[in-house]
T-cell receptor, first 113, second 110 residues
Framework: NAGVTQTPKFQVLKTGQSMTLQCAQD?????MYWYRQDPGMGLRLIYY???????DKGEVPNGYNVSRLNKREFSLRLESAAPSQTSVYFC????????????FGNGTRLTVT | EDQVTQSPEALRLQEGESSSLNCSYT??????LFWYRQDPGKGPEFLFT???AGEEKEKERLKATLTKKESFLHITAPKPEDSATYLC???????????FGQGTTLQVKP
């Protein structure tokens, strides 16, 4: 039972480089989310997708783009990485019900030098 | 403004020493309060959902309670394997936002 799978687990980028973080879930959830977690800042929502074909900005969307490839997959792209984007990135999914819990992947630790 | 505050930031306990973690919230239209456990290098793992004041949920040595202003995560006779960061999150029905607290890092020494 894989749940939410994220790749890669670790990544080091130089300023200005681009990359895509991948996320897939096998729980048949409609909603998917991207968060970043920084010391002292907690979890902050970057983008989310309430259903296949829709995406919306969260609290900290600047510098990121997302693609909901299909119901299972939701990717996060950094077009031109900056040191301020050094963080741990978590993908999550949940049932549509507003009071259903999020299920998280194990994260991608990104360092931008 | 919607806000979630967890205290203490860090807690050290001896094995078997019971204690409680606090999650205080000011949210318009509470629709659910969630507790998660996060181990180092891992994603948050869902523990409980509480929906209304007076509700309680239990799982092994953990018991979560909810009032109109705060939630407590009670840990009874903790073991070293209970060491983790515990996160609280609140869903605001009025704004549609899920707001996370910054967590309490628990260390249980044998």
């Amino acid at each position: 039972n894989a749940g939410v799978t994220q790749t890669p687990k670790f990544q080091v980028l130089k300023t200005g480089q681009s990359m895509t973080l991948q996320c897939a879930q096998d729980m048949n959830h409609n909603s998917m989310y991207w968060y970043r977690q920084d010391p002292g800042m907690g979890l902050r929502l970057i983008y989310y997708s309430a259903s296949e074909g829709t995406t919306d900005k969260g609290e900290v969307p600047n510098g990121y783009n997302v693609s909901r490839l299909n119901k299972r997959e939701f990717s996060l792209r950094l077009e031109s990485a900056a040191p301020s984007q050094t963080s741990v990135y978590f993908c999550a999914s949940r049932w549509d019900a507003y009071n259903s819990p999020l299920h998280f992947g194990n994260g991608t630790r990104l360092t931008v030098t | 403004e919607d806000q979630v505050t967890q205290s203490p930031e860090a807690l050290r306990l001896q094995e078997g020493e019971s204690s409680s973690l606090n999650c205080s919230y000011t949210v318009s239209g509470l629709r659910g309060l969630f507790w998660y456990r996060q181990d180092p290098g891992k994603g948050p793992e869902f523990l409980f959902t509480l929906y209304s004041a007076g509700e309680e949920k239990e799982k092994e040595r953990l018991k979560a309670t909810l009032t109109k202003k705060e939630s407590f995560l009670h840990i009874t006779a903790p073991k070293p394997e209970d060491s983790a960061t515990y996160l609280c999150a609140v869903y605001s029905g009025n704004t549609g936002k899920l707001i996370f607290g910054q967590g309490t890092t628990l260390q249980v020494k044998p």
